[in-house]
């Protein structure tokens, strides 16, 4: 079963679909305790010496606000009608391999889900700690709209900082639909940003322009690992 999902995953970036969208496939999973080091290493010894074709993959841990018992989750990103790497890039051996040893660290996989991003201003590295709020909306034109005039109004205040907006299309975890993302360097330097926002008059007032919107569940993850 675990086998067959992995498979399943990978085989959705190797699909020719629509030109210039970024996309993004994501699986949650528990790890064994004090295993965090030995994951990141085989991800290192994987995908170090791999050439992505605009794309990249991630080891992220999943923070305060976990809920089914996941600590980390792997994230994929590509563009819509690009194949991800190189066929060459990979062989199987090496990608069995990679699934064979991270199986010994890891004992149960969890939710999985993909979607689009619509929106998406990167950021540093140094920015490692990211917020993410899951949520529903009524009109997405709207809602993004209504976001990159945010992002566009207050952007010295998301200099360095990686800030986006995108869809839940497969396994929408909680029912919700959409997400917002925004890193920052630690919870404090979230919490410090929130504080001079929510006392801007424009921001409040940004913020309601975006439509109705049902927050559905947030939660922070740290990234460890990122190759592109």
């Known amino acids: 079963m675990k086998k067959l999902l992995i498979t399943i995953i990978i ?3 190797t ?5 210039q969208t970024e996309a993004y496939s994501v699986v949650e999973f528990k790890a064994k305790p004090h295993t965090q080091k030995k994951l990141m290493e ?3 010894r994987t995908f170090d010496s791999v050439a992505f074709n605009n794309a990249g993959i991630s080891l992220e841990r999943i923070g305060n606000g976990r809920t089914n018992g996941a600590t980390h989750r792997m994230v994929w990103s590509w563009t819509l009608g690009e194949d991800m790497m190189e066929d060459d890039a990979m062989s199987d051996d090496k990608a069995d391999l990679l699934w064979s040893r991270m199986a010994n660290y890891i004992e149960e996989w969890q939710a999985s889900y993909s979607g689009r991003v619509s929106s998406w201003k990167p950021g540093n ?3 490692n700690t990211m917020h993410i709020w899951d ?3 009524e009109d997405p034109n709207v809602f993004k709209a209504g976001h990159d005039k945010i992002v566009e109004t207050f952007k010295e205040d998301f200099e360095g900082r990686s800030v986006g907006f995108g869809t839940y299309d497969f396994g929408r975890p909680n029912g919700a639909t959409h997400w917002i993302a925004l890193t920052g360097k630690n919870k404090e330097d979230h919490m ?8 801007d008059k424009t921001f409040v007032k940004l913020i309601k322009e975006r439509g109705p919107v049902e927050n559905v569940k947030d939660y922070e993850v740290r990234i ?5």
Not at 192 to 199: C, G, I, P, T, V
Not at 224 to 228: A, D, S
């Open 125 to 127: 590295t140094e920015n």
């Open 224 to 228: 460890l690992k990122h190759f592109q």
């Open 42 to 44: 085989i991800f290192s």
């Open 192 to 199: 410090m940003l929130y504080e001079k926002f929510w006392n």
């Open 135 to 137: 949520i529903k909306i």
């Open 11 to 13: 085989a959705v970036f």
């Open 15 to 19: 699909l020719q679909l629509s030109a």
